[in-house]
Each structure stands twice: as structure tokens, then as C-alpha cells.
């Protein structure tokens, strides 16, 4: 089975911290993605990574970077966390070819709070 | 990315097949539909993904007509732990990322 493996399920932090939220994947799959979830608003693409130092924007990218610097992981960062970062955050991975790239593994997911 | 749009809930009896009908009226001609499940608090679950007619897996069927503009997801004797968020997607050919919007929320009382 697919492990996506988030570091915190919960985090509270004060405005103004760097925030790093980690995550692993155990199944050698190309694709990593960081998304908020938010009551009414679904899921939102933050940053996605194709591939090892690469990385592209999502649609709501602004506030965060992302680090891949080894397959596996993926860190999402918050230079300067703010109150309305307060959400759930979802990793997940995937292969890159066609057909399986649109079967996406999950993560349990971060709450983080930010106070 | 095309656009999707599908009900924002749905009720149901345990027992009862629930179909829930999601419009993508610009699907692009490689684009695949694909559907999710989420339970409360745990991360989206990929259920079942096709092209075109009729795909049948140990969760769910999908049913696409010829035109390929509307998908319908079927969850045949559903029961309490079916009580999740249903999201269609059009997963696009030339692109890796999937755009999720808020999906279904479906019921199931006892």
C-alpha cells in the first residue's frame, strides 16, 4: 500500500513563525503536491513538484515555497505564518504517466493553527 | 482545466444505489473523469477514474454517455460508512495537476 506520511496532524503557531510542514512517500512516485482545504472552498492546489528541485505554483501559491531536495519528501513552508493560513493541509503524491497521474495518494493531513 | 459541477449534497437510506451526476461541458477529447471519496478528516480517496461508456470496480461504477459532457457516479446499497464528500474531476491529458472544487456531500441515514 501507498504511504504518504505527514509529520504533524496538528500544529498550533504564533503569526510571524516559519512554519515547515513535511511530508514522505514511500512509493517512489514522481508527483508531490501540497493543498488546503477550507470549509466551502474544497481543495486548493498550493504548490505541486514534478520532480527532485522542481517545483511549480499552484493556484493559491502566495504566502508559501515548497523544498524537495530528496524524491520522497516535500516540504511546504510559511515564510511568515498569518492568521488566515489557519486551515487543513493535504500532501499527497502520484506517478507522472499517463492515467496514473490522476490517481492521487493522500496524506492524514496537517491542522495547523495560527494564533 | 475544464470545469465541473455536480450537486453540493445529496441524502440517502442505507440499502438505496445513489447516483450523483457531475456536467463537464468542455472536456477536452484525452481528458479522463475521475472521482474521489473523502471521509471527515482524513485526506481524499481516489474511487474510480474513465474515459468513456462504462467502468465497474469493487466500489462503484462510472457511467459516461458518448458525448462524454456528463459523468454519473454510481454507489449501488450504500451504507452508513458511504457518508462521505464526493468529488468529480476532469483530469486533463497535458497537465498533472487536478482541480477538486467542493464536491458532493453525501448522507446515508440508517
Known amino acids: 500500500d501507498v504511504k504518504v506520511t505527514q509529520s504533524s496532524r496538528y500544529l498550533v503557531k504564533r503569526t510571524g513563525e516559519k512554519v515547515f510542514l513535511e511530508c514522505v512517500q514511500d512509493m517512489d512516485h514522481e508527483n508531490m503536491f501540497w493543498y488546503r482545504q477550507d470549509p466551502g472552498l474544497g481543495l486548493r492546489l498550493i504548490y505541486f513538484?514534478?520532480?527532485?528541485?522542481?517545483?511549480e505554483k499552484g493556484d493559491i501559491p502566495e504566502g508559501y515555497s515548497v523544498s524537495r531536495e530528496k524524491k520522497e519528501r516535500f516540504s511546504l513552508i510559511l515564510e511568515s505564518a498569518s492568521t488566515n493560513q489557519t486551515s487543513m493541509y493535504l500532501c499527497a503524491s502520484s506517478l507522472r504517466a499517463q492515467g496514473a497521474k490522476n490517481i492521487q495518494y493522500f496524506g492524514a493531513g496537517t491542522r495547523l493553527s495560527v494564533l | 482545466l475544464a470545469k465541473t459541477t455536480q450537486p453540493i449534497s445529496m441524502d440517502s437510506y442505507e440499502g438505496q444505489e445513489v447516483n450523483i451526476t457531475c456536467s463537464h461541458n468542455n472536456i477536452a477529447t484525452n481528458d479522463y473523469i475521475t472521482w474521489y471519496q473523502q471521509f471527515p478528516s482524513q485526506g481524499p480517496r481516489f474511487i474510480i477514474q474513465?474515459?468513456?461508456t462504462k467502468v465497474t470496480n469493487e466500489v462503484a461504477s462510472l457511467f459516461i454517455p458518448a458525448d462524454r459532457k456528463s459523468s454519473t457516479l454510481s454507489l449501488p446499497r450504500v451504507s452508513l460508512s458511504d457518508t462521505a464528500v464526493y468529488y468529480c474531476l476532469v483530469a486533463p491529458y497535458n497537465t498533472d495537476k487536478l482541480i477538486f472544487g467542493t464536491g458532493t456531500r453525501l448522507q446515508v441515514f440508517p
Open positions: 474513465g474515459y468513456k
Open positions: 513538484s514534478y520532480d527532485v528541485k522542481m517545483k
